[in-house]
């Protein structure tokens, strides 16, 4: 698979780093409920969204019902900013940066396609010195593109189409089902990274074999170094 892969498209909350580690996304979400209810709007949340751990499906059960609404872009922007700081005290994954180091030194070509936002992205790699392995090609969550998300697969049609990418040259590395069905709307070779037994499980039933699932980047590592020195 490392042999056959020119463009390397990588999910980034997962693969590449623990984007909340030290920043719980529970915190994140209770604020943007928070702010609703600060502005009078709590009420178009169900009471279930109100409760949700996740921002990102806060987020995007408001864009739901609320596409392109100025309170819509303000509490895109809310995430925003709380990703940034969560991105400051992010937990690298491990193996993750000599991965990315020496892909990119055997010549391959990288993008990285998020449900984040890209400024996240960027402040994160940047602070890594990663950030010359991927830019330009960042391509994360728009406020009036909510509907773009992966499952979706424009962000990763969008990196393709970027880089003159052939979808059979490439390959994804996710930590989701939809990461995975992105992948296979793309036309993309899949690898899922799998850190718990519930995310094996959910990958696993989005249609990805066994032999493609990983619990550690190391194997990946190894392979990709073998192509570098044969």
């Keep these: 698979?490392?042999?056959?892969?020119?463009?390397?498209?990588?999910?980034?909350?997962?693969?590449?780093?623990?984007?909340?580690?030290?920043?719980?996304?529970?915190?994140?979400?209770?604020?943007?409920v928070k702010w609703l209810k600060d502005q009078g709007r709590d009420?178009?949340?169900t009471e279930e969204e109100r409760f949700s751990p996740d921002p990102h499906g806060v987020l995007s059960a408001f864009a739901a019902r609320h596409p392109g609404s100025d309170l819509l872009i303000d509490l895109e922007e809310i995430l925003t900013q709380h990703e940034l700081r969560a991105?400051?005290?992010?937990?690298p994954t491990m193996y993750a940066d000599p991965l990315i180091q020496t892909w990119v030194a055997t010549g391959a070509?990288?993008?990285?396609?998020?449900?984040?936002?890209?400024?996240?992205?960027?402040?994160?790699?940047?602070?890594?010195?990663?950030?010359s392995c991927f830019a330009p090609h960042i391509y994360g969550r728009r406020a009036q593109e909510m509907h773009f998300l992966k499952p979706h697969p424009e962000t990763l049609n969008?990196?393709?189409?970027?880089?003159?990418?052939?979808?059979?040259?490439?390959?994804?590395?996710?930590?989701t089902d939809s990461d995975a069905?992105?992948?296979?709307?793309?036309?993309?070779?899949?690898?899922?990274?799998?850190?718990?037994?519930?995310?094996?499980?959910?990958?696993?039933?989005?249609?990805?074999?066994?032999?493609?699932?990983m619990d550690s980047l190391e194997p990946l590592l190894d392979a990709v170094r073998a192509v570098k020195h044969s």
Aim: proline share 4%; with cysteine.
């Design 1 to 32: 698979m490392v042999v056959r892969t020119r463009y390397v498209l990588f999910d980034f909350d997962g693969p590449i780093c623990r984007l909340f580690h030290g920043y719980p996304a529970t915190e994140i979400a209770r604020a943007q």
């Design 43 to 45: 009420g178009l949340l």
């Design 87 to 91: 991105a400051g005290v992010a937990w």
């Design 109 to 131: 070509r990288l993008a990285i396609v998020t449900n984040n936002s890209a400024r996240t992205v960027a402040e994160y790699l940047r602070d890594r010195k990663l950030l």
């Design 158 to 175: 969008r990196a393709l189409r970027a880089m003159g990418a052939a979808p059979e040259a490439s390959l994804m590395i996710g930590d």
């Design 181 to 213: 069905d992105a992948a296979r709307a793309a036309g993309v070779r899949f690898l899922g990274y799998a850190s718990s037994a519930r995310a094996v499980r959910r990958m696993r039933g989005a249609g990805v074999p066994e032999r493609d699932i």
